[in-house]
């Protein structure tokens, strides 16, 4: 056997075994790295896991075919270090975050070698020229990231066109007193506050601001987000009647808060859409208010916890099977009219029997009357929208609040 086999084998092991790496990965870098967790930003977090698959199947594929270093780093990693330097993490953190990367993935090597080939002198040789390509590799891409993220903090945080607004809005946010002067824009309206993202973001403020006719306050958010103020007298009357006809170009979503007046207004809608802007990324919809979402943005910040209630709350009915979505489909339709049995047999257009046979279903497989669980089924119902088709590393950005988090 050659070496080149010893690697192919060892490789091959490796890359059955990626997802088990990268949940290791992102385990210890959340208590290893804690500040690359802090600021608590979706786009950073939702490069994280991207970077990481892509480091390993480039890493695992070099030893696979005689040991070629790549090129450069992945677009995974160069768009983790861009969002890294947008949201103000230092370069070590990020780079911290690589190293712990790097350490597990040498522990698996090492393991699997043990497993696949036989100890003494091969096995040794396979390690050397391992460890050998792993060191190269790491310096061909952490050079690149670094570089990467340089050049995007020059870009974003100097020679930004509205980095002077960005600054006063940042002080404004943090309670900080500033001269408001040079902002254009009036605090002491009636305003709310959106987060755009997606294709046309500025784009779909400037025609939110039109339809409102509202003043328009922009500066730029991290991971590619706009963070907006509109305000105007008697902004809850405009924003009221035209929130139905609120439509945002193709691929381009808002998470709105407020209405709030005044300078705690200011804030207030901006915590808010921040909140909502949160859960919007996992469950997409053109347009996300606070209001509609505020449940979901406090209940979420604990992911584990949420998701025990949701399965203890809705047990056998949590399932995905399709009789499980219909018991919860008609569930949600009860508890929305009000927990009338007529209404809903209209609402989701089945005779009224149907419906009580139904609810007596649910009853039987969750082992206890609705009317005795009846907000805590509500609840589950919401977290199970949310939770059923968001990515693991989607939820990851759902964690713990920080007093950070402003997206600035």
């Not at 949160?278 to 979901?296: K, S």
Request: glycine content about 6%.
């Amino acid at each position: 056997m050659t070496i080149e086999h010893d690697l192919r084998a060892v490789a091959d092991a490796l890359a059955s075994s990626i997802p088990a790496i990268s949940e290791e990965i992102l385990q210890r870098s959340r208590a290893g790295a804690p500040n690359y967790y802090r600021r608590n930003d979706p786009m950073l977090l939702e490069t994280e896991l991207p970077s990481i698959t892509g480091a390993l199947t480039s890493i695992i594929h070099g030893l696979r075919h005689s040991r070629i270093l790549p090129e450069g780093a992945s677009e995974g990693a160069l768009e983790e270090a861009r969002a890294a330097a947008q949201t103000g993490l230092e370069v070590t953190d990020l780079l911290l975050t690589r190293r712990i990367g790097q350490v597990v993935l040498w522990n698996w090597i090492l393991d699997t070698a043990a497993r696949v080939v036989p100890e003494g002198p091969r096995r040794i040789a396979v390690l050397k020229q391992a460890a050998e390509y792993h060191f190269a590799w790491n310096d061909i891409i952490t050079h690149d990231v670094v570089a990467a993220y340089e050049r995007e903090k020059s870009a974003y945080f100097f020679h930004s066109r509205d980095r002077q607004r960005r600054a006063i809005v940042t002080d404004l946010l943090k309670g900080v007193p500033t001269d408001t002067e040079q902002l254009g824009y009036n605090l002491n309206a009636e305003q709310i506050a959106v987060v755009a993202w997606g294709n046309a973001a500025r784009a779909a403020l400037k025609v939110l601001a039109t339809l409102l006719d509202a003043a328009l306050l922009v500066v730029e958010g991290t991971g590619g987000t706009s963070l907006a103020w509109l305000g105007r007298s008697r902004m809850s009357e405009s924003f009221e009647k035209h929130l139905a006809t609120i439509e945002p170009p193709p691929a381009t979503y808002l998470a709105i808060g407020g209405p709030g007046t005044g300078l705690e207004g200011f804030r207030l809608a901006h915590r808010q859409a921040w909140q909502a802007y949160r859960v919007g990324r996992l469950r997409p919809q053109p347009v996300t208010c606070y209001r509609d979402v505020a449940l979901e943005s406090v209940v979420l910040r604990d992911i584990p916890a949420a998701r025990d209630f949701m399965r203890s709350e809705l047990g056998a009915i949590a399932d995905d099977d399709p009789r499980s979505e219909l018991l919860r489909d008609t569930l949600r339709a009860y508890f929305a009219t009000g927990q009338n049995a007529a209404a809903t047999a209209v609402r989701i257009h089945v005779h009224e029997r149907t419906v009580a046979y139904r609810l007596k279903s649910i009853e039987e497989r969750l082992g206890f009357l609705i009317n005795h669980r009846r907000d805590e089924l509500a609840v589950a119902l919401r977290l199970a929208d949310v939770l059923r088709d968001a990515t693991d590393s989607q939820l990851a950005m759902m964690g713990e609040h920080t007093t950070t988090e402003t997206g600035l």
